[in-house]
């Protein structure tokens, strides 16, 4: 897969390199030498490092990041230099770094590179964008880049200037390039294999998703510790706002791939909920290093051990007329052999498409479909579908279960979380090519961001 992601930014600077400026806007790049020149604000997050885990020949290697200095810098800064330092296909970033309580308006000032990478606390990630916008700066924004509904008010606003400046803000949907959601969402636009997809109703929803994803974890081999403010919901987001990000992605892209929604006619939130996930003062202590639960977290602490953090919630709405459940849940550590896990069924008239990731799958995503009505075709229909999957995606098979279908996917595909920032980096550099973004992109995020915060609103309530 690094193969082709090179061959991909490859592809990208034989295009690029005997011009400075892209197409539509004299905005999207103007360095010195014609490349895309990346700014790293305040990183507080390991995302921040994942897009730098590979070299883009597109890329200046020299990378200006700006942050009030700490612990969160310095991993930031580690992991970057664990990539350097790998034995194979070692990067070659080179790191200039400052650090003050000025930051933010050094590099608003210095403006020392043309894509700002925002990866951390989301508190302020709002008013960053907002601000790397009026500065004329392009904007590579982890998710979420908003976690309330002022945050999304302003976020509206500011995706009206960057169109007005010619400017691409871009948030790192990941999930996007993860092979069974991809192969669910071309499966779903097949309609002799699937039908339309159903109704459904608010008790029987005709898409569910549901993520499960856990404190202790390993990044790149290591074991990640992870900030205290991590655990504060107005610097991190909710379950509902972070989490459930990607997965009111997913729906909007899967089920109405390339079409644009409109939050104010498209979406209605029925209702949503949120509840809390028990983390030990001991579990804590692991997590982040840190031997005390710090004052800011105080008014969600029990029986002075135990935090209620606020790791779990789900939303139940209508999506063009599409009734959706989306859940998002955090639980501490995975079981042995296991990681972070995705629920995802589709409903359709004719079939059922589903991703499961459970003990029965060894805890990998695993793509199942499911005939609604006994049809003596449908095995022939199954076959004719994975044949035409197999000319995007060659190699992928299915096999016939006591229920259905399983698709056998090449592990070649499967790739790994960590790789999904490479694939998203390489879209995004298309994007600052062909100067500008899909035509339903912005839209649809602002959809997404209406309908996370909204629906975190009415949970609160």
Known sequence: MRNLLLLSAIILLTTLSSCHTMKNSSNIV????????LITLDPGHFHAALVQKEMYPVIDPEVSVYAPGGAELQAHLALVKQYNERNENPTRWLEKVYTGNDYLQKMLSEKNGNVVVLAGNNRQKTEYINKAIDAGLNVLGDKPMAINFDNFKLLQNTFEKAAQKKLLLYDIMTERSEITNLLQKELAQNRQLFGELKKGSPTDPAVILESVHFFYKFVSGKVLIRPTWFFDPTQQGDAITDVGTHLIDLVQWECFPDQTIDYKKDINIIASRAWPEPLTLSQFKLITNSSAFPAYLNQYVTNDTILQTKGNGEVTYTLKGVHVKTIARWEYKAPPGGGDTHYSILKGTKANIEIKQGKDENYQP???????????????????????????????TAEKTANGWKLIIPQSYKIGHEAHFGQVMTRYLQFLKDGNLPGWEVPNMIAKYYTSTKASEMAGK
């Open 30 to 37: 103007s360095s010195d030498n014609g490349k895309v020149k």
């Open 366 to 396: 695993t793509l199942y479909i499911t005939a609604i009505n006994n049809n003596a075709n449908f095995e022939t229909t199954v076959k004719d579908a994975v044949a035409k999957v197999n000319t995007t995606y060659s190699g992928v």
